[in-house]
Structure formats: C-alpha cells, structure tokens
C-alpha cells in the first residue's frame, strides 16, 4: 500500500480502495462500537463522572479558530520534530492506552507495527496486552517509549523501567493523574473492570521482582495483586527523583496541567511533559487540556518539551496545538478504534490519513514547517 503524499493522492487511492474504512473519527467510533462488546466499547469511549471534561476537551479546542495566512508557498512542507535529540517525520505519538486486547486480539503488537511503519514512537502503557519483550520484538528498530504506572512497590516501578531501557525503549512517560482510577460511571453501571479481566497483566506476569512479592503465581494472585500496585496514592516529586537517579532514559511526565507542576517539573530536572487530562477520565470537572496548555507551554518557556493530548482528533486539532505551544501531540482514542476496525491496517490506515491531513493543514494555514506554526494566529470565542 503506498503512502499517499497529497491530499489528491488520498483520494484516489481512497477511490481506488476495496472496502470503505472508515475515514473520521466520528465514522470510526462507530465502527467500533458495532465489533467490540458494550463493556469493552464504554470503557474506551467514557469519561470520568458526568463526562464534563471529556466534552470540554472537544468543545475547547473548537473555541480556537484558525487565522490563516495565504501566498505564503507550502510547495514544500516539514512536518519534522526532533525530540531528545531523535528527528522523527510526524509531529505525534501514539498515547499509552492499557488493555489494548478490548479493542484486537493483536492489540499492542498490531499498533507498535503500525507506528513503526510511519516512524511514529508508540507509546507501551504499563497494563499493555503484550510485555515489554513482546513488543520490543516486532518493533526492534523502530521509536518506542514506555509509559510507566507507578507500583506501591517501588522495586516494581524500577525494575519495569530497567527492563523498557534494556529493551531498547527511548524514553519513560511516567503517567502523574492517575494514583488511583477516575471514578468512571459507565464502567460501575456495565460492571467492567478490565483489569481484573486480565487485559493488562502481561508486564506483571513477566515481572520476576512482581512475582517474587506474591504469595504464589496463581491467576488469582497475579490480579490481585496488580490491583494492590496500581493503587498507589503516596507518589511524590521524591519519588520521581528516585526513578531518575534510576535510569538513563529521559523521563517525561504525564498529566499536568497546573502552570506550577510545570514549573516544578523543570526545577526537579524532568526532560518533558505532557500536558493531559488523560481524555476527561480521571476527574471530572477539571481544565480541558487545550485550556491548560498556552500557560504551561509560556511558564516551560522551550526549557523541556511540552508534549499534548487530550482531544486530538483531525489535522486541524494538530495545527491548534502546536500553535499553542506543544511540541507535538499525542493520538489516544482514535487509533484504539482504528485498532478495532481494522486490526494494524486499520491502525496504519488511520495514521496515513492523519499524515496527510496535517499536512494540508499545515499548508492551509499558511505555515511550512512545525516551528512556522509558532506564528500562526489563533483567535478564541466564547
Ligand atoms: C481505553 C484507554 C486506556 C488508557 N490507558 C492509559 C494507560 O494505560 N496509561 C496512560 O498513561 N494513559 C492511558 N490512557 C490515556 C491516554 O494516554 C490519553 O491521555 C488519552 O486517551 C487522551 O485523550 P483522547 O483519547 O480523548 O485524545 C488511556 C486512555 C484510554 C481511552
Ligand atoms: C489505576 C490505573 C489503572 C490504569 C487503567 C488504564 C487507564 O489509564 C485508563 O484510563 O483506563
């Protein structure tokens, strides 16, 4: 399947394309509701409580508008950012989603395949389907990261993180919203709970240090006791100065939205951030991440990279956030529908599309590179 380059090539490889894949990502939502079971759908597609924040992180960016310049010649386009010191061709990454094995049977595999088709960093959650080893088998040579949960047992956090940079993972997402699981009405009324379902035990059941710490190796106590880990409300900047002593990975960290936790981020030598509000499942009721993200992006000031997601669904949503000050964007539920679509070529098939509406935003709105984003004008209505 060759990569379209323009928006013209799009459509007539779409044209020429046997089945209809779905092409939004309201399209694809669909799609995936009628393949995956209520459950498994609800938990993806909910937010936390009455799912204000999850509205508002659509709602927000759509009181962004686009002011854009023309005869400015976008014959040529870079979509280029180099993070850490890596150049890589798209402006995003694929964010940690755990369970990946709700939406495919290949889940984690499948996306690591796909982001490695395009050269996009695929970000592994700590509760992924497949291992670290396991991923990092069929995308050896290409960018991965690994998002890490911290454990109440502080031996399992560092050992997950020497185990991802022993793997060849880049970087350590260190997720900071989620001590605990939002409280998430749609999962208590369809009686969900993945985790105990066992979608996110490959890393603890491969874990020796986890393993050791149960009273036997039984499925029963392996669950158990990841729901005794993940729970884990005492983490501190301490902590967090204890990973790093603890790996040569560059550590971001995941969740903040506060100008201050920013400001704290960059003092205690953290290497970037991403601003979220993990896609309004955390707490309700809180700042929509794109609302958060100019002052982070002014009080970081380029110090660390300041990485985005929370409401990312087209091209143009890629255009606001750079503009507002990320450095690049993270994709999150809209590749977990690809993913149930389509299995990998849905995934690939979602990131060709999103390839190539990013570039004709860029174009269209005048700039011809990430950083000439910087100055295109955003105006906000209420
Ligand atoms: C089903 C699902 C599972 C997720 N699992 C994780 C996870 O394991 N670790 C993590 O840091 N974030 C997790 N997230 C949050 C995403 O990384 C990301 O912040 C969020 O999806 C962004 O919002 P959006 O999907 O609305 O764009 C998960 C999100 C979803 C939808
Ligand atoms: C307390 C951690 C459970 C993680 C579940 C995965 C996740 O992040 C999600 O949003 O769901």
């Not at 928006?7 to 020429?16: E, G, H, I």
């Not at 809180?286 to 002052?295: D, M």
């Not at 669904?313 to 590749?335: E, H, Q, S, T, Y």
């Amino acid at each position: 399947m060759a990569v379209p380059v323009n928006s013209k090539d799009a459509l007539l490889q779409n044209m020429n394309a046997g089945d209809y894949f779905p092409i939004s990502y309201e399209e694809l939502e669909e799609r995936a509701q009628t393949v995956m079971s209520a459950g498994a759908f609800g938990y993806v597609r909910s937010g936390a409580g009455g799912e204000e924040t999850l509205r508002s992180n659509r709602t927000d960016f759509q009181k962004h508008s686009i002011v854009p310049r023309v005869l400015t010649d976008v014959s040529s386009i870079n979509t280029s950012i180099t993070l850490f010191e890596k150049q890589y061709d798209h402006p995003f990454l694929l964010a940690p989603v755990g369970m990946l094995k709700l939406a495919h049977e290949d889940a984690d595999l499948a996306v690591a395949q796909a982001a490695a088709r395009y050269g996009i960093p695929f970000v592994q959650s700590t509760v992924s389907s497949y291992s670290i080893e396991e991923v990092a088998e069929v995308s050896s040579l290409s960018p991965k990261w690994f998002q890490l949960y911290w454990s109440n047992n502080r031996s399992v956090s560092f050992h997950m993180a020497e185990r991802a940079e022993k793997a060849g993972f880049e970087a350590i997402v260190l997720t900071v919203d989620t001590v605990m699981l939002g409280w998430r009405e749609e999962d208590l009324r369809n009686r969900f709970s993945p985790l105990k379902l066992g979608y996110g035990k490959a890393n603890y059941e491969s874990d020796q240090v986890f393993l050791q710490s149960l009273p036997d190796e039984s499925e029963e106590s392996i669950i158990q006791g990841i729901l005794n880990n993940i729970h884990h409300p005492s983490l501190n900047w301490e902590d967090v100065a204890e990973l790093k002593k603890r790996t040569k990975l560059p550590i971001l960290l995941k969740g903040i939205l506060h100008p201050k936790d920013a400001k704290l981020a960059v003092e205690n030598g953290i290497d970037g951030i991403i601003v979220s509000n993990h896609g309004g499942r955390q707490l309700d009721g809180i700042i929509s991440a794109i609302s958060a993200l100019p002052a982070i992006a002014e009080i970081v000031n380029k110090q660390i990279p300041v990485l985005f997601d929370s409401g990312i669904r087209r091209g143009a949503d890629v255009v606001k956030a750079i503009a507002l000050g990320a450095d690049a964007v993270c994709i999150g539920r809209p590749f977990v529908y690809a993913l149930a679509a389509g299995g990998q070529k849905g995934v690939e098939k979602l990131l060709e599309n999103l390839i190539q509406e990013t570039k004709v935003s860029i174009s269209l709105a005048g700039a011809s590179s990430i950083a000439g984003l910087s100055s295109v004008k955003l105006v906000q209505t209420t």
